[in-house]
């Protein structure tokens, strides 16, 4: 059985014009439609087929739903559940996908606080936005991460479950705090670093901006790509999970000036040892089917 | 004109083995003749054929030669070069891969005063090591930098020149110590950063390793990419570049700290203001070819 028949998507930029392709290639009967604030995204939409429907508010998109999925930035979606709360059917089940989720979850209770709520965070993506960056398969093998707040209902958690267990994910439940402490490492502090490191080159006097342009086949260009992600999601990302990633930062800089330091004084064996650990991470991720074992990501040479 | 007809290569590693096979390739009769310190390399490379000769002591490996290039970690390259000076042939000419340059050639300058020598460092790579990560196509549409110091005939300099260009890579000259600062910040920042990361992760309390693993794609997997490179060489790369890595270290720490601020005291301008500049370094990068343009590095999804 279809765990949902009717499911609304508002915001269609890469995760949520993803889950709606992503919808239509496993569940081909589900009723899909799709609201996006911006009314360029939404003639996009209409033109490429993203959905059944796309709707000019997002009111209309929720009056007829089961499962509507809020895929906008953490920033907005406390207003986003505002527009809403008067079309939201009483027995439909409310997810959002944010990347940070006690303050998500806390800024849609106060508007919406006897909505089902279960938030569904897909720990997938590219560094390209917008609706026409999604695809079908972008969460196929990769983690699902369900943190519906303590009592929600069951068979509202295992129906969204089900939903993303279609899509090809993998899911595991866990309370938000704790989401938030796993994510601030594995997603935003890698994010924070390669955004701090893009600028930092960007901005020397004695190597030219075309040097580190030219040269960033060394290491550099790795960083490049998720700190092309967008602008908007990754500020409220850094400003709604705050405590979790300033925890974080503060480990990191304490681990980068006991390097530095190793590096200053010449001790080699500090340095070896720390990398040879690193490389055991890389092998046990590639062993999980998180990365490719190909070399060099699997980027073409020729 | 070929260039030169017997090639010896010192170090049959990523980019010693990924030489011999580029040249073989591309230059069938050039004589190639290789040698490893380690006999287990020297089994291997015999094994897959990687040179038409592979010797058994650093001397014999250059008798004949009229091209050197050492291939060893940059903390190597002094003793390989003593190891070989009383065979080196008078108009041989040395050079050698170094990611950094000023010590490497003062260590070498020790041992061989008199030596004609261009230093070639192709900036390219995988994460991968050992005489079997090689691949002839590796140089291709990547930057080889030389750095002879002043005064080196310039006959010999275009002569490696027409060598790199041969086997694909675009050709650049510098000076060594300006080489040193630019490699600092394209290559040698990111990678200390991106072990620095994968350690950090590793040690957490409050984060499980399986978790850090399982919601790796979040971007922490691409940090764990470059922080399983060679131990060996990225330790010496750190220690024989101090003075360079420290100095972007430095610079990276305050734009880290800055940040940092930014984050703590809910200052979203600054954080968007960066975010959308770095997005344009990424567009650079693929538009000059340096990396390629499809999302998530062309990962697979399915």
Redesign the interface.
Known sequence: MLPFSRVTIIGLGLIGSSLARAIRAEMPTVRVTGHDASPDVREIARRIDLADDITDTAGAAVTDADLVVLCVPP?AMGAVAADIAADLPAEAILSEVA?CQASVIAAIREVLPNATLVPAHP??????SGPE?G?A??F????C?LTPPEGTDTTAIARVEELWRRLGADV?TMDPA?HD???A????????????????????E??T?S???????????????????D??M???V??AN?DA??E??Q???E??SH??RA??W?D?DT??D??????A?????IE?G???AA????????
């Open positions: 920033g990347s720990v997938a993506g590219t560094e390209n960056a695809f398969s972008l196929k093998g990769r983690w991460i595991e704790h402490l796993v994510l490492v594995t997603s935003h502090l890698p994010h924070l670093i390669a955004y701090t490191i893009v600028g930092t080159a960007n901005d020397l004695g190597v901006q040097e580190v342009i030219k040269y960033s086949a060394g290491g550099f260009r790795d960083f490049t790509r998720i700190a092309a992600s602008p908007t990754w500020r409220d850094f400003l705050k990633v300033l974080m930062l480990r990191f800089s681990d980068l390097l530095q590096i200053r010449g080699g340095l070896f720390l990398f040879t650990r690193t490389r991470v890389r092998r046990s991720i999980q998180q990365d490719d070399p060099d990501f699997g980027r073409a040479h020729n």
